[in-house]
């Protein structure tokens, strides 16, 4: 079988131009990603500056490098966190701005951490 190295190289552009869509995206609602990271998933409702939007990602940053981005990040975007709970298996982050939610799931994934974000708008 025969691999052509350019469309190899059109897959990996195209998958590269996916996740910095969904990148930029989260970013537009104030909430900001590590540059060290692997996104997994990406989702939004059609109207998404009105809906929800989930974006997973693996990050090489240490959990207390991740807590210190996202503490320092999120004030300065003017998010306010509300809620937190953390265990040996999880920790878990809510902010509010007026009229947003976001909540932050941090998991631990054989050297490096798998985290969760999902924004949605206050009822």
Partial sequence: MLWCTSCKK??????LHQ????????ASL????????DI???ETHENADNGDTFLSFETILSIQ?????????MEL??????KQFKTNQCYVVHYEMPHRLC????????NRYQVQVFVGLKD
Wanted: aromatic content about 16%; glycine content about 2%; proline content about 6%.
């Fill in 103 to 110: 909540s932050l799931f941090f998991q631990p994934q054989a």
């Fill in 77 to 82: 975007y003017g998010w306010q966190q509300i």
């Fill in 19 to 26: 996740k910095t869509i969904a990148v930029q995206h989260i």
């Fill in 65 to 73: 490098e991740l807590e210190t981005f996202y503490r320092t990040s």
């Fill in 40 to 42: 997994l998933a990406y």
């Fill in 30 to 37: 104030a909430v900001p990603v590590p540059l060290y990271t």
């Fill in 10 to 15: 059109v897959k990996k552009n195209k998958k």
